[in-house]
């Protein structure tokens, strides 16, 4: 089935439902709960109020924090200054594929798909002179809602063919019309095509279209070129999957209705404190003064006062209610316990309750973190796959399309990954002495060094000024041990 063709629609209906998910999820990451509530609420339920705490940022932001806050090491498997291990790092660094990398995993935890591109070109398309924006390879993210990938037919979690296919709204003599841009990348081979179409529906509340019907090619665009790469030049990276079905699982689906609840909870409580942070009074009959009627002159919703009773039977009070707070602060805590247990945080990771780690060893703390390190550890199979396909077929780009003559082989590279937690100095030093039998590790320049965050020849001149005070408290010792009494004796 061919997702564009004259009479579809766009996005395809098989791929909808993704596309707009992606989209909301987006929204709860970034805490705009209410631009999501505004589209299915009534009037009444929109002047209610409302708070939301952004659960969903948390919890997308730790993944990304404990996956790529510390830079992975890439390696080609040679020596460290072998030509391959030189490509590598050149690929690495040209691309500032750390940035990317983050970025990738922090929107694959809420979309549950991440894409990369490889290219040859100029990173600005020619907008700045070659000289300074040279062809090359190029990594770049790919919006995963303009990909729409093409699943083999014996077995649906392998992609043959990813088609980017994006919208443009361009502008004419005759007036404005929506062009289809569609960018098929397969094994060795990109093809381009553009279809002219028309907005059909529209997001709920918003001019912003939501659908489009194709209505005619235009054949005239359509062309193709060899990559000279026998792989497609995007990656797709899942958050992570099952076996039969390409796509990947997001990490906010599950805890949708948790989200709600805890806002709504939150929501209550404040309205409840803030509804009697003002509270009217209940003050005995006869306490406020009277017209010429002989009724009390009071407006009990603008003066906050009325009269109950007789004075003999109440004692002026504010009229309040506890709203039942106490258990409300209770679910409120078991709700967000709940969540992050779902969602594999273990408290030690937010410095919550009574989980400080003052005096505790770099081991236990790896240990009471088991749970998101296992998660971590899930996610990051993922990558490991899609970055060894991604800067192999890197080289191999860059080796068919480069003028020049590379001094390198093409590798599969190894990467080495972190687990994203602090190092303990004091337990690795241990560890260190340990294993070496008591030998030193490290030479003092280099602890200079990194003690003290500076150069080669800034700690050579700091270990200097350390002999020179050696000597001369030495100097000054050995005066003080032979210094004589006024006897002459020692």
């Known amino acids: 089935m061919s997702l564009f063709e004259i009479n579809e629609f766009y996005p395809h209906p098989a791929h909808k439902d993704r596309i707009q998910r992606y989209q909301l999820h987006k929204r709860l990451f970034k805490g705009d709960h209410f631009a999501i509530l505004e589209s299915h609420l009534n009037r009444y339920q929109l002047n209610q109020y409302y708070i939301a705490v952004n659960m969903a940022g948390i919890i997308c932001k730790k993944s990304a924090d404990f996956l790529f806050g510390e830079t992975p090491v ?171 079905d390409w796509q990947g699982i997001d990490d906010l689906t599950e805890h949708l209705g948790m989200f709600t609840e805890i806002n709504n909870r939150i929501s209550k409580i404040a309205e409840i404190l803030d509804k009697h942070s003002d509270p009217a009074m209940a003050v005995p009959s006869g306490s406020l003064g009277e017209d010429d009627n002989g009724q009390p002159v ?44 779902n969602a594999e945080i273990p408290p030690v990771a937010l410095g919550r309750d009574n989980s400080g780690t003052s005096g505790a060893s770099g081991l236990s703390v790896k240990w009471r973190m088991n749970s998101l390190l296992a998660k971590i550890n899930r996610k990051r199979q993922y990558y490991e796959k899609g970055l060894k396909r991604l800067l192999l077929t890197a080289q191999l780009l860059e080796h068919a399309h480069s003028d020049e003559k590379l001094d390198y082989q093409v590798v599969t590279p190894i990467i080495k990954f972190k687990d994203g937690l602090p190092d303990d100095d004091m337990e690795q030093a241990s560890i260190k002495q340990v294993r070496t039998g008591g030998k030193a590790t490290q030479s003092q320049l280099s602890a200079i060094m990194e003690l003290n965050g500076c150069t080669e020849e800034q700690a050579h001149i700091e270990l200097a000024r350390i002999r020179e005070e050696e000597k001369t408290e030495g100097f000054v010792k050995s005066s003080v041990f032979n210094d004589t009494d006024e006897g002459g004796d020692e």
């Open 298 to 341: 009071f407006r009990a919703g603008r003066d906050k006062i009325f009269e109950v009773m007789d004075k003999a039977e109440v004692v002026p009070q504010y009229i309040t209610w506890n709203g039942q707070l106490d258990a409300a602060f209770k679910e409120l805590e078991k709700l967000i316990d709940i969540i992050l247990m």
């Open 74 to 244: 890439f390696s080609a498997g040679n020596a460290d200054n072998s030509p391959e291990q030189k490509a590598i790092e050149r690929l690495v660094a040209d691309n500032d594929l750390n940035i990317t990398n983050y970025e990738s995993a922090l929107a694959n935890s809420y979309r549950g798909d991440s894409f990369y591109k490889i290219r040859w070109g100029q990173r600005y398309g020619g907008l700045i002179p070659v000289q300074a924006d040279s062809y090359r390879t190029i990594i770049e993210s790919q919006n995963a809602e303009y990909v729409f990938p093409e699943a083999s037919l014996t077995d649906a979690n392998t992609i043959i063919a990813y088609h980017v296919a994006f919208p443009q709204l361009v502008e004419h003599t005759k007036g404005e019309e929506w062009i289809l841009h569609v960018e098929s990348h397969y094994a060795g081979m990109i093809t381009y095509r553009k279809f002219r179409m028309n907005p059909i529906s529209y997001a709920p509340g918003t001019n912003e279209v939501s659908q489009w019907k194709i209505y005619a090619e235009i054949t005239e665009a359509r062309n193709a070129i060899t990559t000279g790469v026998p792989f497609p030049l995007i990656v797709h990276v899942p958050n992570y999957s099952v076996d039969d």
